[in-house]
């Protein structure tokens, strides 16, 4: 009687690994606020990004987001607003409202709440207590997935996004920005910044903070070659920070600490 048992648990074991998969599902959709989000836009960026799954009136969900949430908190104190996080209901029918309250109530300040995830849900290999994926990079990829999530899976994320932000600095743009460094780091009155450029590129160069919000425009001009720009952050207070280079719809950041 055991060995059915034992071969349908196995099969289970061997659908559920079939279904993992090693890149993203895009969504375009507005959160519970009204304010349009698209993953993949979110990744291109070189964001890092988190995805809870939850099951409504679950007693084991919350505990896991806010754990993963303050694992997140700490390391953007190295990566300042480059890791984005969404809470999603498992089916189609948990409304926003619902989702909304269950963000609020839980104390999960770092996710953003959406609706309707039974598509993901399904592409990510089904519902666990909870589904948790982690993604980055431009090409979409899985960093971390789990359907059974343990305390020490909080580890292997942060590992996984300390080797993904240390390889992702100028990947995304390196056809265009051969260097891109910030110096003195840590700082206090003024920084410089230099570029090597291949090509003619119109840059924005901005500071933002841990939240991701943008605290100062160093520059949005086209240039080319070799770029020095003198910067004064004097204005700043002392904490943690990104300098950020777009150019051509991507990003990439050099972290700064400010000092006093």
Known sequence: MRKPIYLFIAL???ITISK???????FIKKDCNGTMH????????????LIHFFMPNCGSCPPPAQKIQKMANNMMGK??????????????????SYASTWVSSNGLSLYTALD????QVSYYGGFGMPTVVMLGGTDHKVLFSTLSFSTSDTTIMRNALNTFFSTSVINDVKNIVSTFNVFPNPANEKITITIDLKQSSTLMIDIIDIAGKQVALVM??????ILTKEFNISALPSGNYLVRLQVNGKSVTQKLDIVR
């Open 12 to 14: 289970m074991f061997v």
């Open 20 to 26: 993992a998969q090693t890149t993203a599902m895009n």
């Open 38 to 49: 698209n993953l993949f836009a979110d990744l291109d960026a070189g964001n890092a990004v």
């Open 79 to 96: 990566y300042p607003g480059k890791i984005k996080a969404y809470a999603i209901p498992y089916n189609n029918s948990t409304t926003c």
């Open 116 to 119: 309707s995830g039974a598509a």
């Open 220 to 225: 949005n001009e086209k240039q080319t070659g």
